[in-house]
Each structure stands twice: as C-alpha cells, then as structure tokens.
C-alpha cells in the first residue's frame, strides 16, 4: 500500500519505488525545457550554478521579504526607537541591493526569485 505518489510520465510512482533513476525522470519531467520558462530551477549539469543561485537567492529573497514586514510590524507597534528605525532601514535596503547585485552576476532577473505556488498564486 502506497501514502505518496508522483507523476511521473502520465503514470503513479509510489514512494517506495523511488530510486535514483525514476527520481532523476520526475525531476527532468519538472524541468523547463527551451522554452525559456525561468520561473523553475534549472536543474542541467550545465547549469549547476546558476539554477543553484537560483535556488538560494529564491530563498534569501523570501527570507528578506519577512524580514521588511516584521520590520514593519515592530515600526507599527513603536517597538523601535528612531536610531533603530534608521539602522534597520539602511541594512534592508543594502541587503536588497546586494540579493540585485548577485541575481545580476547570475543573469537572473527579480521575477525569476519569485515562487509560482500553482493555484495559490506568487508567493511573494
């Protein structure tokens, strides 16, 4: 008896059967192929690189979009002095700069560290 599958190539896959060949084939079916769709990871041995920078500035992305709305949240509360105010402002806004600088030296665009959740819509 099965608790998870996946489709892999129109066909059920259960948990138990996967092994490094049916999960290289699932992870290929969910990668873009050349039509340019940059809002999956890349997951070409090519690529490696770039699709993991992809990945990691994804993350970091949505780790700083967290931190800009706690920040406001402390702001809204008046948990914050006007220094620290100040301070936080000044690092979120370096932070953003450098998660740009480093998209930039990977050839990837803000759009591209979004997620696309399905039915659920851009996380960020």
Do not use: W, Y
């Not at 873009?32 to 990945?55: E, F, I, M, T, Y």
């Amino acid at each position: 008896m099965s608790v998870c599958t996946a489709s892999e190539s129109g066909s059920d896959l259960a948990l138990e059967d996967l092994n490094a060949d049916s999960l290289r084939n699932v992870l290929q079916a969910a990668s873009p192929k050349s039509s340019g769709d940059s809002r999956k990871v890349d997951l070409d041995a090519d690529n490696v690189g770039r699709g993991l920078a992809h990945l990691v500035l994804t993350v970091v992305r949505l780790l700083h979009e967290l931190l800009e709305r706690q920040a406001v949240r402390r702001m809204e509360r008046g948990d914050l002095d006007d220094e620290e105010i100040e301070r936080l402002g000044r690092t979120l806004m370096l932070q953003s700069d450098e998660i740009r600088a480093m998209a930039d030296r990977f050839g990837l665009k803000e759009e591209d560290l979004n997620l696309d959740l399905g039915p659920l819509g851009k996380l960020l």
